[in-house]
Every structure is written in structure tokens, then in C-alpha cells.
DNA sequence: CTTGCTGCAAACAGTTTGCAGAACT
DNA sequence: AGTTCTGCAAACTGTTTGCAGCAAG
């Protein structure tokens, strides 16, 4: 699926009438190589790591258009980066976040989907995203 | 409630060793009188407003206080600025976001937050908060 | 050859911090 | 008097932007 999500990419890129380049290949590499919610900064190193000579503001141009192609998603947790996670095709998770070792838990609850757009409903408000995240101690971290 | 919470952060200020001082007040009066989500910015022009001669850091500084006495609750959007909410006691609401007009509904729903527990209990995690945000469109910014 | 892309460094915005003087106890 | 608190301005951090040169089409 990694080529499944390059192709995506492309296929954007030929419709905004973006251009190929070395860099853009090479973070889209990356960030599809590495596990869920990087922030700019890790990207950027792994980047450098591979190829010399890629600047972070590339990597933060990068990351914004992958989020407008829909492959990423910015998420906001507490620590004052920005990260960003992979969009898997259809569904959606949301986070058990550790405070103690920050370790990250994924779940989905369909039930709770299903909830939130009848509570939207109420509201005559239209979902275009959510996020939810559940902080506190992991198995490990409470003792 | 205003005197009661003014109590609580006067038992959390004795207890820290914490003195009372003008600014601290007329940031917690400014404070309580706010509606929910205000930024520092918003807080800080305010008790300006009121009082001259408070500077941001002593907001910034005494909101931190606020929130380690539990009267407040840091919330991060997507707009770059750290807002604070009043924290209800015992209750939690969660939020629809309008990115279109950034109005914010609340609402509450037991249900969800239940199976919150549960799918922590499922992990092993223990919850301390959470925090649930739905984007979108209100009912006036759906064209 | 035209235009978009990149790296660099400077600019920014929000937040934090060091310090001298003011204020509380 | 002894400390804590404050305002100011400078420092910081993460992110964005202007621009000259580079590279893709």
C-alpha cells in the first residue's frame, strides 16, 4: 500500500500541476517508512540521515501538502510540536496518550462515531473531522 | 459560585505558600467573568482593560496557576494559541468546533465518555482526562 | 526558457525567563 | 527584613516566508 499512497500523491500533484522533485520523493519516502505521529523535527532527521541536503522548511512544505492530498493529518498533542500520522483509507482511530512514558495507544469505537454524529445532527453542524484523545497512565505507567 | 472557586484558589495559594496579590486577583476576576475558551491575549487585554500596568507574563504565569489549582483547563485548537476553559466541577463537555466562524458549541454525552472507560479498561489504561473535538461546520458557516 | 521548488537565513508568533525593583507577610 | 511577585525586555521554540539560485517540464 506504500505504492498505493505514492501513486495518491501523485496523482495530486499532476492535478495542483505540482512538481516532481528529489526532496518531495524523498520525505514522502520517509514519512511512509515511519511509524505513526512523527513530528517535523524526527522527519527532518531521518530525512537528512538518507539524503544530504534537504532543508526542514521543505519538510514543514512537504508535510502541508501531504496533509492537502490527504495522506497525513496534523495532530496537536501536549508537547508543543506539531505531529503528523498517516491517514489510513476509510477509517478513523483516536488516541490513549501516556503521560507518563508518551506512549501512544490507537483504538476505534464505532459506537462512538455514531454518537458524535448524532450529537452534530442536533446541532445542525456538519463533521468534516474529530479528534479524540484520552490522556493518562498506561498499563505500565501506573503503579 | 464566583467566591467559591475565588476559595478554592485561595486554599491552593495557602497551601503553595503562595502570596495574594492585586494582579492575581483581577486576573482571577477577569477570568471568572469570561465566557469559555479565552486565549491569554484575550485574558491579558481585559484585565488591562480593568487595571493598567499587568503584563502578559504575569498572565501567562498566573493562568499556569489556575490550572494547577484546578480552576482552569489548558485546550489547544487549531489556531495557534493556547486557550483556558473553566473547569465544572465534576462535569467534562467536549466541543464542535466551526471552522468556519470558530464559534464553539459544547456538549456532553455519557454514553461516550462510558465507553471511554471502557476501552481504557480494555488497555489497561487509567484515564485522567480526555479531550474530544469535532470539526466542522455550523449550522449558520454550511452554505 | 519559463516557472515552480529549494535552502538559507531572517522574520514571526506565542510563550518563557532573567533580573532589578516593588509588594506582600 | 526576607521573600515572593511583577513588569519589562530579551530569549526561546516551533513555524513561516522572502529571495536568489537551481531544476523540472
Same mark, same amino acid.
Given at each position: 500500500?506504500?505504492?498505493?499512497? +505514492?501513486?495518491?500523491f501523485n @496523482?495530486?500533484a499532476?492535478?495542483?500541476? #505540482? =512538481? *516532481?522533485?528529489?526532496? $518531495?520523493?524523498?520525505? #514522502?519516502?520517509?514519512?511512509l517508512?515511519? /511509524?505513526?505521529h512523527?513530528?517535523?523535527?524526527e #522527519?527532518? #532527521?531521518?530525512? +537528512?540521515?538518507v539524503? %544530504?541536503?534537504?532543508?526542514q522548511?521543505? @519538510?514543514y =512544505?512537504?508535510? +502541508?501538502?501531504?496533509v492537502?492530498?490527504? !495522506?497525513a493529518?496534523?495532530?496537536?498533542?501536549h508537547d508543543? %510540536?506539531t =505531529?503528523?500520522? /498517516? @491517514?489510513?483509507a476509510?477509517? /478513523?482511530?483516536?488516541h !490513549?496518550v501516556?503521560?507518563?512514558?508518551n *506512549?501512544?495507544i490507537?483504538?476505534?469505537?464505532?459506537?462512538i462515531? %455514531?454518537?458524535q454524529?448524532?450529537?452534530?445532527?442536533?446541532?445542525?453542524f456538519m463533521i =468534516?473531522? /474529530?479528534? !479524540?484523545?484520552?490522556?493518562? !497512565?498506561c498499563s $505500565?505507567c501506573r503503579?
Amino acid at each position: 500500500m506504500i505504492q498505493e499512497k +505514492k501513486r495518491t500523491f501523485n @496523482v495530486f500533484a499532476a492535478s495542483k500541476g #505540482l =512538481r *516532481s522533485t528529489r526532496q $518531495r520523493d524523498n520525505i #514522502l519516502d520517509v514519512f511512509l517508512a515511519t /511509524h505513526q505521529h512523527v513530528s517535523v523535527e524526527e #522527519l527532518y #532527521l531521518k530525512v +537528512k540521515a538518507v539524503s %544530504q541536503g534537504v532543508g526542514q522548511a521543505t @519538510v514543514y =512544505r512537504t508535510l +502541508k501538502l501531504f496533509v492537502e492530498a490527504g !495522506l497525513a493529518r496534523e495532530i496537536l498533542l501536549h508537547d508543543g %510540536q506539531t =505531529r503528523y500520522e /498517516h @491517514v489510513l483509507a476509510g477509517e /478513523h482511530h483516536d488516541h !490513549l496518550v501516556c503521560t507518563g512514558c508518551n *506512549s501512544i495507544i490507537e483504538f476505534e469505537n464505532e459506537t462512538i462515531e %455514531q454518537l458524535q454524529d448524532e450529537i452534530a445532527a442536533r446541532h445542525g453542524f456538519m463533521i =468534516r473531522s /474529530h479528534k !479524540l484523545e484520552i490522556y493518562g !497512565l498506561c498499563s $505500565r505507567c501506573r503503579t
